[in-house]
T-cell receptor
Framework: NAGVTQTPKFRILKIGQSMTLQCAQD?????MYWYRQDPGMGLKLIYY???????DKGEVPNGYNVSRSTTEYFPLRLELAAPSQTSVYFC???????????FGAGTRLSVL | GQQLNQSPQSMFIQEGEDVSMNCTSS?????WLWYKQDPGEGPVLLIA?????ELTSNGRLTAQFGITRKDSFLNISASIPSDVGIYFC???????????FGTGTRLKVLA
């Protein structure tokens, strides 16, 4: 069982570049989430989605965009990368809002 | 943004010792989750708690949902080297679509 799959695992960007972090889940979960984890810190919610076509902002959405055209995929877009976006990004999914979240292995992003 | 207060922030213990950590909040939660994150990996669920006062075990791990619904505790008995990692609590409260995560307890086990 694949669960939640994130790609790429590592990426280095230059300031101002753009990229898309990919997230896919094969559990038919309605809810999907993007978090960032800064060194020595907990997880902060960037964006979440409660179903295909429905997304909403979390705690730290500035500088990011998301889309959810299908149940399986929930990509996170960085349009103009900044050093402050250097972090580890985790995608997660859950069956519904009360259910436990399953996490991907993370994407480690450095913006130089 | 709101985050849970998790303590201790880090701890070094000897193999075989018991470990205790806790999470507190100013908000009442309906669900508490405990995750473990190994280096370079994503968090993996250890225990889920759904009722105030609930005590749940998973092998050497035991977690409790505090009576006030504002705290939770995780105990690890007879620690082993593979227990090393970061332990996160997460709380869910009614009316939201998201969990709030603690800042983590970093555990290091000395053989």
């Amino acid at each position: 069982n694949a669960g939640v799959t994130q790609t790429p695992k590592f990426r280095i960007l230059k300031i101002g570049q753009s990229m898309t972090l990919q997230c896919a889940q094969d559990m038919n979960h309605n809810y999907m989430y993007w978090y960032r984890q800064d060194p020595g810190m907990g997880l902060k919610l960037i964006y979440y989605s409660v179903g295909a076509g429905i997304t909403d902002k979390g705690e730290v959405p500035n500088g990011y965009n998301v889309s959810r055209s299908t149940t399986e995929y929930f990509p996170l877009r960085l349009e103009l990368a900044a050093p402050s976006q250097t972090s580890v990004y985790f995608c997660a999914s859950s069956r519904d809002r009360l259910n436990i979240q399953y996490f991907g292995a993370g994407t480690r992003l450095s913006v130089l | 943004g709101q985050q849970l207060n998790q303590s201790p922030q880090s701890m070094f213990i000897q193999e075989g010792e018991d470990v205790s950590m806790n999470c507190t909040s100013s908000s009442i939660f309906n669900t508490w989750l405990w995750y473990k994150q190994d280096p370079g990996e994503g968090p993996v669920l250890l225990i889920a708690l759904y009722k105030a006062g609930e005590l749940t075990s998973n092998g050497r791990l035991t977690a409790q949902f505090g009576i006030t619904r504002k705290d939770s505790f995780l105990n690890i008995s007879a620690s082993i080297p593979s227990d090393v990692g970061i332990y996160f609590c997460a709380g869910y409260y009614s009316g939201t679509y998201k969990y709030i995560f603690g800042t983590g307890t970093r555990l290091k086990v000395l053989a």
